[in-house]
């Protein structure tokens, strides 16, 4: 297949985590060209996609784009949407994942994937706070409703959180991990920058197959205690889990979080709808991913692979 006969796959936010994966995995492939969308086209992450065959175009994940992205996405059969983490009380979240799919339809794209999640007001019936997941799910709920193919993946809390946020921290000869999760509680995890990308192929690889559908990304199904214990064994290192699940515990761990209220009563909310009502709806597939992709890292092959040693470390944007 010429490399102009290959169908043109664009990638919003190609830059973050899931959309490098994404881009990453398409270009591997052989089988797909990538348009990858960003806010600077000169950063490490872009200028790797550039040199594996990526074609970079400058949109940031932002409103007020709406005709750069109906231009960016013009010749792509498929897209890779996303919207990124954006902190309470901004609420914007919803209108721009609309934006991107109203683009999407305007430019002719036939196949788009959104990265989504739970509903998590709907399930809980208002009672936990988590619009970093509702207004996904209204997202989704949004592109249901346009006449193109679409398909939807929802991510696990992800490994890097650990290592980005809720960095472990030395107290005498013992690595702490404040994990925000009860320490017994079995959670589903990820590596978004190895596990998102295959998820993505296989749906474009086949999308009679899985339009329509919502579809879990895991890596592992974990507790902290089972975590800290993996960590400890594949590192060497003397270890011990603290819970950060309670307001309280969190916001002494982690007191700049107390700056803003309604990012705190999110966490909580988050993390009490997990635990309460189970991450993910229980009618969905959690063995997919694993299937589609068996060399989805569990925590352990992600330790190994990443050789983290509980240090602080970023991945970019």
């Known amino acids: 297949m010429s ?3 290959k169908p043109l796959i664009t990638v919003v936010g190609a830059s973050s985590k899931q959309g490098r994966s994404v881009a990453h995995t398409l270009l591997q492939s052989g089988r797909y060209r990538v348009r990858a969308l960003a806010r600077r086209t000169d950063t490490p992450e872009a200028q790797s ?3 594996q065959g990526a074609e970079l175009v400058t949109v940031p994940l932002e409103l007020g784009h709406a005709q750069d992205l109906v231009n960016a996405f013009r010749g792509s059969h498929g897209a890779f949407l996303m919207t990124p ?6 609420t914007h979240e919803r209108e721009l994942g609309q934006q991107q799919a109203d683009a999407a339809l305007e430019a002719g794209v036939e196949h788009v994937i959104f990265s989504a999640l739970e509903n998590v007001e709907q399930i809980t019936g208002g009672r936990k706070f988590a619009p970093h997941f509702t207004d996904k799910a209204r997202v989704e709920e949004y592109i249901r409703t ?3 193919t679409s398909s939807f993946i929802y991510l696990a809390f992800f490994y890097t959180n650990l290592l980005e946020y809720y960095v472990p921290r030395m107290e005498g000869d013992t690595l702490v991990f404040p994990i925000y999760l009860p320490k017994d509680f079995r959670a589903p995890f990820v590596d978004p920058l190895t596990a998102t990308g295959p998820a993505v192929l296989e749906i474009f690889d086949h999308p009679r197959r899985y339009a329509g559908q919502s579809l879990p990304v895991i890596g592992d199904v974990i507790s902290p205690e089972e975590m800290v214990e ?3 064994r594949v590192t060497g290192r003397k ?5 950060a699940f309670s307001r309280e515990e969190l916001l002494g761990y982690f007191p700049q979080f107390g700056a803003n209220e309604d ?6 909310g988050m993390v009490e709808y997990a635990v309460e009502y189970g991450y993910y709806r229980k009618d969905r597939d959690l063995l997919w991913s694993r299937r589609v992709n068996p060399g989805s890292l569990t925590w352990e092959q992600f330790l190994r692979t990443s050789g983290w040693q509980g240090q602080a470390r970023t991945f970019g944007v």
């Not at 990012?263 to 909580?268: A, D, G, K, P, T």
């Open 239 to 243: 270890a011990a889990y603290s819970s």
């Open 146 to 148: 346009l006449p193109l």
């Open 85 to 90: 983490p954006i902190t309470p009380p901004a």
């Open 49 to 51: 996609l550039l040199r």
């Open 230 to 232: 993996t960590f400890m």
């Open 263 to 268: 990012f705190v009563r999110e966490l909580l």
């Open 3 to 5: 490399s102009d006969s």
